[in-house]
């Protein structure tokens, strides 16, 4: 062993020789921290979200090959990157040097919005591209499917990576064999004549081309290196972790001698997370490193052999290739290996996963080990010992000691045999959302009939998702071995596999009730599908399944996404250098792609800084017994520890309504409520001794965790509130019929890519202090933080330059916080950075809220043309009306919905969807106070000019219409204007932004200053009309008259009368409808999304592209809200979903199939800057579409199983819940569990 070993690899083709490497470190802080490379970021550090992505690049000097795959920088160890070239999103182009074909593409297709997630897509499609320069469309949605964004929707990312692609223009659903637009049969009707409308937001003639050979080459220092260095293990050593690289395979085994407890690091996907979020701890780690015998392909005469060390990604181009090549009836279990790993993970956990991990790891979940297991396969092992030979069968997946590894001995390969004549194997799986989400219930099945008499010879199936590790269901099959495979058979396995899997009401996970019915929903979808093979291959003796029952074989996938925009073009007379009305790019767009885009922590590191960690209470009501600090102060590093004590007289803050305590010692009232604060030197150990403190609980009662239960004990906010209109029980005495009922909604996690982000900055001088943080409202932070302080606002200045995404969640809480780091920040004179991880911020911060509603409706009717609401403002709907019958056109909503019914009756376990929703969304703040806006904008003598405003750009492009609005107003070019970000220190007492009125607001806020400008300027213009700028300016100076001019709007006119119930509380309404189409599957709850049509009514855009991505990006987020985004909490309180891995926002697959978004042509003239509307939430709503499909064909399926009663769903409908209310008689062959019987592991909030 090399003792003194050194890390050489290389980032964006640099080399990096690191002599003292921590094996502790991941690449991600690495990046970010030590090579200040800030454009790969942080979302999950769990691999889930995408945001971290990096391209790795590995020359494997035997094959003389380079292989380039993405990678999460969150879950790779740096001493794991020896020899390996890392490309960031910097090296593949800035704006300093050159931008890349994908970076432009990405932003000029409008496909950024906050930017957060963008480095990380880039990255992502920057790899397919290094791979294939020309991806197909399931290529590319593909590797899009580890990258979670939050505001955009994906359809414009799609647009932009599909300009790669050779097939862009078509939907490639080749139906029927025919291009649906060769058919056709998607084409939508165009708006009325005169109604210009201009259906693109990007022009494809104006983008670079593609060129892979001005790619960067690999390091040929690394490809030396790889040929001519001799290979020996290195070992790094740090404080608490000691890393070992061996390259051979005898050294591999020395070292797992030595160090028989220390795990195989290959991918670091299992043993990360568990590091990571479940605090296990290996003093010695051991990661070989390219050895060859790992990664072995070797086609034998009873099967494929598989080298442990390959990835997962490898092993599926591997099996693509082999099925290619072999006939079919061997290759069933390559097949069924195949199919789940299309679904398993996302593109980059794929391609640093390993084989060999992924089945040594055993988890309960695993997509492979169930299909193995049936599969036959066994395990090469290899020791000092030699080798040796077990099955990959049920005692190895429980761990059963006779059947596993021993100690020193390590997994060489896998053998996986083929399958014979006669021979069947399948997949199922079922997960809360299509790509990149952990199986509920996974199964591999296969069945043996020998020379074809249709008698079971062999039966395996093993299930995940059901227990602590693999199931097998052995006795069940046993049992089943001789009969013949007909119903009689299907009905004693279902009773069979149900009394063997059997699954305790109180499961780890919950949805028992689900799990149960896919066991045998799983086991029945098998049963066709042999059916229907057998059939194929003995028609005469195997009549098969009614063709109506076929619909049970196919899986949903919506892969190929096709979705156009509508929008009115801006009328001819405009001038052409008028930007108002035009589909601009985001400013920030490029920037985002480059990585180049500045978030809070992206700042460097400040002379001195600590960092702050939070420790919040575990207990959802108790009293705090005593805090116990000894622990945690004593660990290096550990500068203070602020607690409720420090904050004495200061502790408290009200934001509306009643203060709330900053942190709390006494008695805590949720898990995750702040308690005290642990300031220390670094990151690592702020969070370690953050562990380390000792709290003793009491608890006390009342717990209340649902509305049910707030109202069982009568705990209420504040303030009843209650509309009536007309006399409503008179009316319900004379009605023909009441509707009444009760519907809850559950709450939705805000989910911003960009987590809580702050850091403060003592002056020195003054007690002033500097404030960066990732907020909606600077002037509360500004307050929050003065009042900590004791100090007045003008000493507290906050700046925002963007914000990461916010949605509402970087208000109350992100002061609140901000505050603490302040304190800590002014108590000891040095910067305070605080950022919390995702779980932490899931737990802390709160998120839409669950509703419960009690409804009793006497009409249904839509308002009519002018009408009232009722609280009695006067609402002309006519626009209301008008999206809907353009919705209905658009959509083709009564030829699909015959359509759907038509489906319906042919498929019985597969129906359609079709549901169209009205909106009305009304737009304003409640009081004009709450409306009022500033901006301040200055002309410099060069001519060039700086905007600011109150507003805070969290990606909904506020910034950059602000910018349409100055160029508009003072008739120059947008690129003579800037703004730098917000800060108090320009704008004061600005609103919190949000409410879709940013851009209203403060738009005409800068128009104001900029036509003050204006009029000042006017003499000295018409003086030198064809002066430019800088020569007025110049002359404005000469003639003393000031460049600099604040803007002020004070607020639409806006009243409440909570008293009468009367008002006019909002300014306007912004009107839409969507129309959307759905699949289902009955047996497993899966949805499709098939189609969406939205039509909005936005008055006149100020900027379609950015107003398509507000509602694109909205919808989707309601989408989720309303189907998948589902908070689980234990009985005691604690959030489970705490990232990415366990609450699902929508991905690249769930974008509906087709997706039409058109705008009203603007009819009517407002008040509103430049009669336009606010649209940044009103979107959200539209999701229900979704939700009311769906709705549909549960009704529909209901329906065809005589089930005609009411039907309740709530939301969000879940496959869980699709899945149970498709009542049939699996659902009913399931055991269920008397109520109070057992503790749930969940309880439903
Ligand atoms: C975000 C995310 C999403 C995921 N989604 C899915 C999913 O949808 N479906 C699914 O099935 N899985 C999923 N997984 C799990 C993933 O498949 C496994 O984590 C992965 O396969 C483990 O492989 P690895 O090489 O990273 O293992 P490592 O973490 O490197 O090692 C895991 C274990 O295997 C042992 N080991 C590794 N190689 C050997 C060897 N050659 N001999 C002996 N022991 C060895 C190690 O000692 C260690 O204990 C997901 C994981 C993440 C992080
Ligand atoms: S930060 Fe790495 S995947 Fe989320
Ligand atoms: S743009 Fe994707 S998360 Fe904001």
């Known amino acids: 062993m090399d003792g003194a070993a050194e890390l050489v690899f290389c980032v964006n083709g640099r080399k990096v020789i690191e002599k003292n490497v921590d094996p502790e470190t991941m690449l991600l802080p690495y990046l970010r921290k030590k090579l200040q490379l800030t454009g790969t970021k942080y979302g999950c550090g769990g691999g889930g979200c995408g945001a971290c992505t990096v391209m790795i690049s590995r020359y494997n ?44 593409r990405i932003a000029k297709c409008h496909g950024t919005q906050c930017g957060f997630c963008t480095p990380g897509m880039v990255m992502s499609i920057y790899t397919l591209l290094r791979n294939h320069p020309e991806p197909t469309l399931d290529q590319l949605t593909d590797a899009l499917g580890g990258n979670l964004c939050r505001c955009t929707g994906y359809r414009p990312i799609i647009d932009a990576c599909k300009t790669f692609c050779k097939t862009s223009g078509c939907c490639q659903s080749k139906e029927n064999g025919v291009c649906c637009l060769d058919q056709g049969i998607n084409e939508l009707p165009e708006f009325e004549e005169g109604n210009k409308t201009s259906p693109k937001l990007f022009s494809e003639e104006e983008f670079l081309p593609l060129d892979p050979t001005q790619e960067l080459i690999f390091p040929p220092e690394l490809m030396i290196m790889a040929e001519k260095q001799p290979q020996r293990t290195r070992v790094f050593v740090g404080d608490r972790m000691t890393w070992i690289s061996p390259v051979t395979l005898k050294e591999l085994l020395e070292a797992k001698v030595k160090y028989p407890q220390a795990p195989i690091v290959m991918g670091n996907t299992s043993v990360g997370p568990e590091v990571k979020f479940k605090g296990a701890f290996h003093p010695v780690i051991i990661s070989p490193d390219c050895i060859e015998e790992l990664s072995v392909v070797n086609h034998a005469d009873d099967g494929l052999t598989l080298g442990a060390g390959l990835s997962l990604a490898q092993v599926k181009e591997i099996l693509a290739e082999v099925i290619q090549k072999l006939p079919e009836e061997k290759t069933q279990t390559y097949h069924a290996l195949l199919k789940h790993l299309g679904t398993l993970a996302g593109c980059q956990i794929r391609n640093m996963a390993s084989l060999g991990g992924h089945i040594v790891s055993r988890h309960l979940d695993s997509d492979l080990n169930p299909l193995l297991a049936v599969g ?19 005692q190895f997946l429980t761990k059963c000691p006779s059947a596993d590894l021993k100690p020193g001995e390590i997994l060489v390969s896998v053998n996986i045999p083929y399958s014979r004549k006669w021979e069947f194997v399948s997949a199922f799986r079922q997960a809360q959302r299509q790509q990149n989400a952990l199986a509920i219930v996974n199964s591999g099945m296969r069945v043996f009939f020998g020379a074809g008499g249709g008698i079971i010879r062999e039966l395996s199936i093993a299930y995940g998702g059901v227990g602590p590790t693999t199931i097998c269901a052995k006795n069940s099959c046993q049992k089943l071995i001789g009969r013949p495979w007909n119903e009689e058979m299907l009905d004693a396995a279902c009773r069979l596999i149900l009394d063997e899997v059997s699954l305790p009401g109180w499961a780890p996970g919950g949805k028992v009730e689900f799990k149960r019915t896919l066991v045998i929903s799983f086991f029945f979808k098998f049963y066709l599908k042999v059916s229907q093979i057998l059939k194929t291959m003995d028609p005469v003796r195997y009549p098969g399944l009614a063709d109506k029952y076929e619909s ?101 803050f009200g934001l509306l309504g009643e203060p709330e305590k900053l942190l709390e010692t006494q008695e805590v009232f949720c898990v995750g409520q702040l308690v005290c604060a642990v300031v220390a030197d670094s990151e690592v150990q702020a969070k370690r001794a953050a562990k380390r403190v000792k709290i003793v609980y009491q608890d006390l009662e009342p717990v209340i965790l649902t509305i049910e239960e707030a109202i069982r004990h009568h705990s209420f906010f504040h303030g009843e509130r209650k509309l009536e209109y007309g006399n409503v029980d008179e009316a319900f005495k004379v009605v023909d019929q009441i509707l009444e009922g009760e519907i809850h909604m559950g709450g939705q996690e805000h989910f911003y890519m960009e987590t809580q982000s702050m850091l403060a900055v003592p002056k020195g001088e003054d007690q002033e202090m500097d404030v960066y943080v990732s907020s909606q409202f600077p002037k509360y932070i500004q307050d929050i933080v003065a009042a900590t302080l004791k100090v007045p606002a003008n000493k507290i200045m906050c700046h925002v330059k963007r914000v990461g995404g916010a949605f509402g969640g970087k208000v109350t809480k992100t002061g609140i916080m901000a505050a603490i780091t302040a304190f800590a920040a002014n108590k000891h004179g040095r910067p305070v950075r605080c950022i919390l991880e995702r779980g932490e911020d899931m737990l802390i911060t709160g998120g839409r809220h669950p509703y419960l509603g009690k409804y009793k409706v006497r009409m249904m009717n839509m308002y009519k043309e002018i009408d009232q609401t009722p609280y009695k403002q006067e609402i002309d709907a006519t626009n209301l009306t008008q999206c809907w019958k353009e919705c209905m056109a658009t959509s083709s909503y009564s030829l699909r919905k015959v359509a759907v019914e038509k489906f319906n009756s042919e498929n019985y376990w597969k129906k359609k969807g079709l549901a169209m929703v009205p909106l009305k969304f009304p737009v304003g703040v409640l009081s004009t106070a709450a409306a009022q806006a500033a901006a301040l904008v200055h002309i410099y003598l060069d001519g060039s000019v700086l905007v600011t405003h109150g507003g805070i750009e969290m990606g909904q492009g506020v910034h950059t219409k602000m910018i349409q609005v100055a160029s508009r107003e003072l008739r120059m070019p947008m690129s003579n204007v800037h703004l730098r970000g917000t800060s108090t220190e320009t704008v004061p007492n600005a609103n919190v932004s949000g409410g879709s009125v940013v851009a209203d607001l403060n738009g005409l806020a800068v128009k104001d200053a900029c036509q003050t400008l204006l009029k000042r300027l006017e003499p000295i213009i018409s003086k030198n009309p064809k002066g430019t700028w800088k020569d007025w300016a110049q002359a404005a100076f000469d003639e003393s008259i000031s460049l600099s001019a604040t803007g002020y709007f004070r607020g639409y006119e806006s009243h409440m009368n909570w008293e009468t119930g009367e008002g006019h509380p909002f300014e306007y309404f912004v009107f839409g409808a969507a129309c959307s189409e759905v699949e289902i599957d009955c047996l497993t709850g899966a949805h499709k999304n098939i189609r969406t049509d939205i039509v909005m009514d936005i008055g006149h855009s100020i900027n379609p592209a950015l107003d398509v991505g507000q509602i694109e990006g909205a919808f989707i987020q309601g989408m989720g809200l309303y189907t998948i985004e589902e908070l689980k909490y234990s009985p005691q309180g604690v959030l489970y979903t705490r990232g990415p891995d366990q609450y699902k926002i929508p991905a690249v697959s769930d974008v509906p199939t087709e997706l039409h978004v058109s705008f009203l042509p603007p009819s009517q003239n407002s008040n509103t800057l430049y009669s336009s509307k606010g649209l940044g939430e009103p979107g959200v709503f539209l999701g229900c579409s979704v939700f009311f499909a769906i709705h549909d064909a549960v009704r529909a399926a209901r329906q065809e199983r005589g089930l005609l009663g009411p039907l309740k769903l709530d939301s969000p409908l879940t496959p869980e819940k699709i899945r149970m209310a498709c009542e049939d008689k699996f659902t009913k062959m399931i055991p269920r569990d008397e109520p109070g019987s057992y503790v749930p592991w969940n309880i439903p909030v």
């Not at 001493?79 to 960031?88: E, I, N, P, R, Y």
């Not at 036959?376 to 049920?394: A, D």
């Open 61 to 104: 000097p035997i094959t003389k090959r380079i292989r380039h795959y993405p990678a999460n920088a969150c879950l790779l160890p740096i001493c794991s990157l020896h020899g390996a070239a890392v490309t960031t999103v910097e090296g593949v182009g800035s704006t300093k040097a050159r931008i890349h074909p994908v970076q432009e």
């Open 376 to 394: 036959n396969c066994t395990l090469n092992l290899l020791s000092k010992e030699g080798e040796r030979q077990i099955p990959l069968n049920e």
């Open 552 to 652: 049970a074989l196919e899986d949903l996938h919506s892969r190929n996404h096709w979705g156009t925009s509508k929008y009115q073009d801006v009328d001819p007379k405009q001038l052409p250098q008028d930007p108002i009305g035009r589909p601009i790019m985001h400013l920030s767009g490029i920037k985002h792609t480059t990585g180049e885009a500045i978030y809070c922590d992206d700042m460097p590191v400040l002379d001195g800084e600590l960092f702050l960690a939070f420790v919040t209470s575990s207990r959802a009501h108790a009293e705090i017994v005593s805090i116990d600090l000894s622990e945690a102060l004593s660990l290096p590093g550990v500068v203070d520890i602020v607690t409720e004590e420090d904050l004495r007289g200061v502790n408290s």
